[in-house]
């Protein structure tokens, strides 16, 4: 079985900057495209980022293009998240998920939180 194990989440100011990350316990990191998807609280799951195997195409969501940059190092087995100007909307929690349209490997999820 193949891990995923999120970090970087916190407690940030409107405005702020966070960078997530996500790290594969294997090398199948590296076989498929890899995404972002956060659920914020009272809402559905949300796909706000996707980049494929060798990080050359990227997805973004409507809600954080623009604003958001997400990024791949495959030697390392690591997946970013970049958030820029973060909003109170952007809070929710954030999962690694690997995968193209059917996402089978999923992380637990960190935390982001944007207040005043």
């Known amino acids: 079985q193949m891990q995923l194990m999120e970090s970087g989440g916190a407690l940030v100011q409107p405005g702020g900057s966070l960078r997530l990350s996500c790290v594969g316990s294997?090398?199948?990191?590296?076989?498929?495209?890899m995404n972002w998807v956060r659920q914020a609280p009272g809402k559905g799951l949300e796909c706000v980022s996707s980049i494929d195997i060798g990080g050359d195409s990227t997805y973004y969501a409507d809600s954080v293009k623009g604003r958001f940059t997400i990024s791949r190092d495959n030697a390392k087995n690591t997946l970013f998240l970049q958030l820029n100007r973060l909003r109170s909307e952007d809070t929710a929690v954030y999962f690694c998920?690997?995968?193209?349209?059917?996402?089978?490997?999923w992380g637990q999820g960190t935390q982001v939180a944007v207040s005043s």
């Open positions: 294997t090398s199948f990191f590296r076989t498929d495209w």
């Open positions: 998920v690997r995968g193209r349209d059917a996402y089978a490997h």
